[in-house]
């Protein structure tokens, strides 16, 4: 303790509380866990988002297709879903049964071999998405090039909500808001939509979408999420490394 400790204690000891009240230390372990829960979250979203830009990249040059998408595109993409949405699952608070859940292995690794599972087929539903809206479009390569574009950031950004929730489903199991995770998603799709309708942005990424193709690209982006929702609720023997067992209670 701080105040009743003694000088010699305080000098070898490797925690000090600054107050003799142990109530802030509970506060610490929670915030302690919310960081680390929180990092593989935004480690998830990224990994994922980026092995669907990979799949697309990959997917079309073996199909023999003309290029998928064009380096402005590529560069956007990580420039839109990569930062923002990413900041807003590191500032998520901590989960309200986040003590009732035993003390996190610490040997466990970040990403484990079940959750780089889970990576691989969310980031094929996210590039299966993009590849179908594509052809769903009719016109000219330009155009379904911009579709494929388009519908690979909605998927993207909408996966960002199945990030939040990596336990069960992003639509039955509600966390608390999150005005920071929130205002990113917004400012990331108010910029792509910038990207897809002023004329001083559209020139740089394709021809402008109608309200067909437009409609396609969001539906599009929304099927990864939806199917993540249902894949998650299945039965499964192998859990990630953040769904300990709920039976298992911390005691204080």
């Given amino acids: 303790m701080g105040n ?20 802030p230390l509970a506060e610490a372990v929670a915030r302690g866990g919310a960081v680390a829960i929180n990092i593989r979250k935004a480690i998830r979203y990224l990994l994922a988002t980026n092995l669907s830009e990979i799949i697309v990249m990959l997917g079309a040059t073996a199909a023999g297709g003309a290029q998928p998408l064009s380096p402005i595109q590529l560069l956007w993409i990580n420039l839109v879903t990569d930062i923002l949405p990413a900041l807003g699952l590191a500032t998520d608070a901590p989960d309200a ?4 859940q035993p003390p996190r292995d610490t040997s466990q690794p970040i990403v484990s071999s079940a959750d780089f599972t889970a990576l691989l ?18 016109g000219s390569p330009s155009r379904e090039q911009t579709v494929r574009f388009a519908s690979l950031v909605a998927a993207q950004l909408f996966y960002a909500f199945a990030c939040r929730s990596p336990r069960g489903s992003a639509s039955t199991d509600p966390l608390p808001p999150n005005p920071l995770f929130s205002g ?3 400012t990331s799709f108010a910029a792509q939509a910038a990207a897809l309708w002023l004329p001083g942005f559209r020139s740089l990424f394709g021809p402008r979408l109608g309200i067909t193709e437009f409609g396609i690209s969001l539906a599009a982006g929304t099927v990864p999420l939806v199917a993540t929702d249902v894949l998650r609720k299945l039965p499964s023997p192998d859990r990630g490394s ?5 039976n298992q209670v911390l005691r204080k």
């Fill in 184 to 186: 990113a998603l917004a």
């Fill in 97 to 100: 049964e986040l003590m009732t």
């Fill in 242 to 246: 953040d769904d300990p067992p709920r």
């Fill in 121 to 138: 087929r969310d980031a094929g539903l996210m590039a299966a998405s993009a590849f179908i809206a594509q052809m769903c479009t009719r």
């Fill in 4 to 23: 009743s400790g003694v000088e010699a204690a305080r000098q070898i000891a490797d925690v000090v509380l600054v107050k003799d009240d142990l109530a």
